[in-house]
């Protein structure tokens, strides 16, 4: 296994630990602070992102001190045990050494050449591995135990000493520590039918089998799914053996396709039209129909083929055919990598990052910037989310870039990969989200774009953070409005001010000046002035949720366009919004749902 191994390191004496494991293991030194120096060693203050983004990363990691502190902040981020990169804590003097997670993805091996390195018997936890040095419910990479459930007894069974007999061809079980005997009454069957297996018999399935499928467009799950059911029984294959499912891609936003591919938890892969077409001699069941409409002679065999040519394959199973779907099965000599075949459908998550505080973004707007392999965006907001990115491929552009911004989003999303664009505050407001959506939209939008997948994560805008550092302005009727002119025509701009004016929303000016345009947020007071008190309170508040913010109120007739600033959201009150100095200086500023009033009336009808 090739990786690169994090040591963490928190106090000096971890250092000596690490320096000797690095001599053996290689990997990179994070010192923190001030406390641990020295040559090639990466410096680092904040423990709990250091942690988060080196386990992120999906690489080993050491860290050198109590076991309690990896736990306490890798907790909030730990997804299945599928996928966690291996992690362990060591005590300093390199005493002991606990594998905590993925143990079974390399951890409890890491412990044991660690373990030799530095004289300690690792404390390896897990089940099977203590006895026989292998993960029997864990098998490598294209290998599937079809009867979990019956690994406990299996395992009592081979810890009272009983002999195991193998049948068929597996280098990781001949090759370990299990009794092996060819009358061994333990059983260990590698298939491709569907076997049961028991207490006293492990079956293991191979991922050699490609299914490849053609359908109609929005044909129903249920007889995708269904088709493939009645194919591998009828062939007597088991769904542990595939390996994935293929098809051509003018497929890759087909709804049913994906969830055949959930069904039979495999990954779903596309080819293009030249990758079939190198499999049309092949094919079974060519189709001049199939041809003329698609551009090669039969989807499903030759996406099999495909599949599987790399190892050797050959039709398994011919196509077969339900009223709108079909699919066909490739047998590979070897274990097929699906990761490797065709492309994936990309994915394009627009997320807002809020106003710029890590703990004012949300959970799910984190998770997808997490699991996104690309994350484009305006350099400032990079910055903003420097917590989360350390392991990530960033394209930073400048402000003003935003078309070919979204753009480049969009095209690496379709070609396959995993993309978050970012914006401050909510993606949706007054941000990039409404421009994906335009690009989608557009006549001359290349067609492969439009088969993404797409998701919004939601983000705190500017007039909520401004709203909530005051109190609660925005309790009754507000709207938002940009004065920015670039867009939208400033007539149009004016109009709405006016038209908010004279209906007394609170409004939230986004864009209140740029360097270029000072004089719309000037004319935006003196048109609020005609409908409102002077004394009407404004919210002015700066860099919100970063540092310098600046958040105060003050009269209507005393804003001044100099204390304002592009960083700077301005939030009129109705006239209804009341503002308070509190006894310890901070502002309530407010906008009654009219309660009171109601209040009153009910009084005094009764
Ligand atoms: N999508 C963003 C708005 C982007 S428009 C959101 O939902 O908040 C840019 C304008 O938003 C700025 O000119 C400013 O008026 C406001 N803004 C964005 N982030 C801000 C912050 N952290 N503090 C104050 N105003 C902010």
Request: with cysteine; aromatic share 4%.
């Amino acid at each position: 296994m090739t990786f690169l191994v994090n040591y963490l390191v928190l106090g000096e004496a971890g250092l000596a630990t690490a320096r000797r494991l690095q001599a053996e293991l290689g990997g990179v030194i994070h010192g923190y602070g001030k406390r641990v120096q020295g040559a090639n060693i990466r410096p680092f203050d904040d423990v709990a992102a250091t942690l988060r983004n080196c386990f992120a990363a999906g690489q080993p990691l050491i860290a050198l001190c109590a076991a309690g502190i990896v736990i306490r902040h890798l907790a909030p981020v730990l997804s299945g045990k599928h996928d966690d990169a291996p992690v362990l804590a060591l005590a300093e003097d390199g005493s002991a050494i606990v594998p905590l997670l993925g143990g079974h993805h390399g951890g409890n091996d890491l412990a044991r050449r660690l373990g030799k390195v530095l004289n300690t018997a690792p404390a390896i936890t897990t089940a099977s591995d203590t006895a026989f040095a292998i993960a029997l419910d864990e098998p490598p990479a294209g290998w599937r135990l079809a009867n979990p459930l019956d690994m406990k007894a299996f395992v009592s069974e081979l810890r009272a000493g009983v002999a195991v007999r193998i049948e068929g061809e597996a280098a990781w079980l001949h090759a370990s520590a299990l009794p092996q005997a060819d009358d061994g009454t333990l059983r260990i069957t590698i298939a491709d039918a569907p076997l049961l297996g028991d207490g006293r018999h492990l079956v293991y399935h191979r991922q050699i089998l490609a299914l490849g499928v053609g359908c109609e467009r929005g044909v129903e799950q249920e007889e995708l799914i269904g088709l493939i059911n009645e194919t591998l029984t009828a062939e007597n294959l088991s769904p542990l053996s595939l390996a994935g499912i293929f098809s051509l891609d003018l497929k890759t936003d087909e709804t049913a396709i994906h969830a055949a591919a959930a069904h039979f938890d495999i990954p779903a892969r596309f080819f293009d039209v030249a990758a079939l077409l190198a499999q049309e001699s092949r094919l079974a069941n060519p189709s001049d129909a199939v041809k003329a409409e698609v551009g090669v002679s039969g989807v499903a065999e030759a996406a099999a083929l495909a599949a599987a040519d790399s190892g050797g394959g050959a039709l398994a199973v011919e196509k077969r055919k339900s009223q709108r779907a079909t699919c066909a099965i490739a047998r590979a000599d070897d274990i097929i990598d699906p990761a490797v075949l065709g492309a994936a459908r990309g994915h394009l998550a627009i997320v807002g990052i809020g106003p710029g505080r890590a703990d004012w973004r949300t959970g799910a707007a984190e998770a997808a910037m997490r699991q996104a392999d690309i994350i484009v965006g305006y350099g400032l907001y990079l910055d903003l989310i420097a917590d989360l990115t350390a392991d990530k491929d960033c394209r930073a552009y400048n402000l003003g870039e935003e078309e070919a911004r979204v753009a480049t989003a969009i095209e690496m999303a379709a070609s396959g990969q995993n993309v978050a664009l970012v914006s401050s505050g909510d993606a949706g407001v007054f941000a990039m989200g409404a421009l994906a959506h335009e690009l989608l939209d557009r006549d001359d939008t290349p067609g492969h774009w439009d088969r993404i997948s797409l998701e919004l994560l939601p983000g705190i805008s500017a007039m909520q953070a401004a709203a909530l550092r005051v109190g609660a302005p925005l309790g009754h009727d507000f709207c938002a409005i940009s004065l920015s002119d670039l867009l939208t025509p400033r007539e149009v701009i004016l109009r709405r001010i006016v038209a908010a004016a004279a209906s007394d929303f609170v409004i939230a000016f986004y864009n209140p000046v740029s360097k270029r345009r000072r004089d719309l947020l000037a004319l935006a007071r003196d048109l609020l002035l005609r409908h409102r008190p002077e004394d009407t309170p404004v919210i002015l508040a700066r860099n919100l949720g970063r540092a310098n913010e600046m958040v105060t109120a003050l009269p209507l007739s005393e804003l001044q366009v100099d204390d304002v600033d592009m960083l700077t959201l301005v939030m009129v009150g109705s006239s209804e919004t009341r503002a308070r100095l509190r006894g310890d200086g901070s502002w309530s500023v407010y906008t009654p749902r009219g309660y009171a009033a109601k209040q009153t009336v009910l009084t005094k009808e009764a």
